[in-house]
């Protein structure tokens, strides 16, 4: 038993796991076609595998896997409070993925759920259905909460079926927020005022220490300039900013990269943010023993953890400073514990 | 430590043979082991197989890069061969079902398997045994969904009166080697490696034993940062501490250990 040296699933979702309700609709066909060499699993809910108890999420992480199922009503929550509403009235995120591709070690997703693995709802016309009554009023819905969707699009379709919702319904507003250089999956989807593409940008440094599986900054800042350049509206969000000794060296000049590959004046919004989360998830995380970012001094208030009010101000101000060289402060966002 | 249940003394001859395990008495069951193995017989039936597996994880609690692993023949339908091994990756009992994880690339065909009472002469639509379930039921108390294994080899086409301990022992015989091969890979990717050396963990307990229950918990935390993000050592033995941390002895005052605590956690996190 000493000679250890076999690899693990290379591969994501070698194993499917698909509610017997759904076998039959046409995104779960089409996904087993993509999946010919997974093993299917029927189940009969998909919280019979998802909420599993003593499920291991850093081992599963390895080897990701995925779940088909039927979403029951709730289907929109209102938007959290550690992001950002952006002023709407109406302002929802759907969970209909849970789980994302990507594996960050400050993920609130890896405090939140006891897998690693992907749910993916596809009975998509039900969340639209439940999101009809708010289309009177402008409404901001965030696709990509619990998920990346532009990560496992070319899988799921799922951001394109939502852009081409909203093409049909002038008050339907989208955030689209992604760390992936995914941006070709949509290029073909003729653009919307009324929709954004939000990316999240890390220093490479960063990007190799606690955003696994993700694209490089190289490759995510060529899909912002490709999504600019078709007329997209896109936000950069600087969120969250990881705080340690390198700060100053790492991340003002993120922002001088941005702009270096950017016309300023052609994105949309930058939004900046430092670290912060709610103590419950993040004394989850800490019992995944895998990252320095578990393990910081934060300060706690209010059931959310986050950098010192100095260190925050010291965040805020420094990358405030570097980035109106290049745009004006009314297109610069901030989050701050109140 | 690798837990083994089998049902059938039979089942497990092979299995005690190639890992050279020894009897030993300690529990009311029979049971073998070595360094790195605890086998025990369960009996038949999805009630011995939960009270064995409780019995022996309960006696020796598995810690979390331990792994469990059931071994036994199963009736299974036509299109399964006789002899045909198979990794189960959903058990069901009833209206229940459980889900082991299969972490890691195999060459075995995977499965489904109906855990019942009775040996059944009646024909299923999946493979059929009568252990699994309450060996995962017990199981699951003590080990999490990657570090439980079920490995069967098909016995019959739901002919039980064709099973005979002969042949149940041939079965397993004809796949030890697969076996071997299946717990390797299991244990590969679990193997995590240790943060703290022994020495690390000595001096973490020395300091905590002089702080506040929730200093205590604060400085933990403080050292795995510091391990995470220094990714050096916290107490290199014979050197000077290159952390700065040192233990101190003698009894001290409320004011000190708090101005204690203070440069703790500011020398490993700043």
């Not at chain 1, 998509?124 to 819905?141: G, N, R, S, V």
């Not at chain 1, 909203?166 to 989807?189: G, Y």
């Not at chain 2, 690339?105 to 398997?113: D, P």
């Not at chain 2, 000077?240 to 703790?264: C, T």
Request: aromatic share 10%.
């Amino acid at each position: 038993m000493n000679n250890l040296s076999k690899p693990s699933h290379s591969d994501f979702f070698s194993h499917l796991y698909i509610e017997e309700s759904v076998i039959d609709e046409p995104l779960t066909k089409e996904i087993i076609s993509k999946f010919s060499n997974s093993k299917i699993i029927m189940i009969k809910h998909y919280k019979d595998v998802f909420n599993r108890p003593n499920q291991d999420f850093a081992m599963q992480s390895r080897s990701k896997n995925l779940i088909l199922a039927r979403r029951e009503a709730p289907f929109l929550y209102e938007g959290s409070y550690y992001s950002d509403g952006f002023e709407y009235e109406n302002f929802f995120y759907t969970p209909s993925i849970l789980g994302c591709l990507y594996d960050c070690d400050y993920c609130y997703l890896s405090g939140m759920y006891n897998s690693a693995n992907s749910v993916l709802f596809v009975n998509t016309d039900d969340f639209f259905e439940a999101l009809t009554p708010y289309l009177e009023k402008p409404t901001l819905i965030a696709i990509s909460y619990d998920t990346d969707t532009l990560a496992i699009e070319s899988i799921t379709s799922h951001t394109k079926i939502w852009i081409e919702h909203a093409a049909k319904h002038p008050n339907l507003h989208l955030e689209i927020r992604t760390k992936s250089a995914n941006f070709k999956a949509i290029k073909s989807l003729t653009c919307n005022e009324n929709i954004v593409l939000a990316w999240t940008l890390s220093p490479q440094k960063i990007i190799e220490s606690y955003e696994h599986k993700t694209p490089s900054l190289e490759k995510r800042l060529r899909s912002i300039k490709e999504a600019i350049d078709a007329g997209w509206k896109v936000r950069v969000c600087i969120d969250p900013v990881i705080y340690n000794e390198e700060f100053h060296e790492l991340y003002p000049p993120l922002i001088d990269k941005l702009f270096n590959t950017i016309e300023p004046e052609k994105l949309f919004q930058l939004t900046l943010g430092s670290f912060r989360m709610s103590s419950t998830h993040l004394k989850r995380i800490k019992k995944l023993r895998r990252s320095d970012i578990a393990f910081y001094p934060y300060e706690i208030k209010d059931n959310i953890v986050s950098y010192s009010k100095e260190i925050e101000q010291n965040i805020l101000e420094t990358m405030i400073e570097r980035a109106t060289n290049y745009i004006p402060r009314t297109r610069i966002r901030t989050w701050q514990l109140q | 430590m690798l837990y083994i249940v089998i049902a059938l003394s039979a089942e497990a001859r092979a299995i005690v043979q190639m890992l050279k395990l020894k009897r030993v008495y300690t529990l009311p069951y029979t049971m073998f082991e070595n360094e790195d193995v605890k086998l025990i017989i369960s009996g038949m039936g999805n009630d011995n197989a939960m009270m064995a597996t409780s019995t022996l994880l309960g006696h020796l609690p598995p810690c979390e890069s331990d792994l469990l692993i059931n071994i036994g023949i199963c009736a299974a339908p036509k299109k399964y061969a006789i002899g045909e091994s198979l990794l189960i990756h959903k058990i069901t009992r009833e209206e229940h079902s459980c889900f082991p994880d299969i972490l890691f690339e195999h060459s075995l065909k995977e499965s489904g398997l109906l855990t019942v009472d009775k040996p059944t002469d009646e024909e299923q639509q999946m493979p059929v045994d009568m252990e699994s379930y309450g060996i995962y039921k017990a199981a699951s108390r003590f080990l999490q969904t990657h570090q439980m294994l079920f490995y069967k080899v098909v016995s019959d086409h739901f002919e039980p009166h064709t099973v005979t301990k002969e042949l149940a022992e041939e079965l397993i015989l004809a796949n030890v080697k697969k076996i071997e091969d299946i717990i390797s890979r299991a244990q590969y990717v679990m193997k995590k490696e240790k943060l703290f050396t022994t020495d690390e963990e000595e001096l973490i307990q020395k300091i905590s034993d002089l702080l506040s229950k929730s200093q205590s918990d604060a400085f933990v935390d403080a050292c795995h940062y510091y391990k995470f993000h220094q990714k050096k050592p916290l107490h290199p033995k014979g050197t000077l501490h290159v952390s700065g941390i040192k233990a101190i002895d003698e009894k001290i005052s409320k004011q000190e250990r708090n101005k204690y605590f203070e440069q703790l956690i500011k020398t490993l996190t700043l």
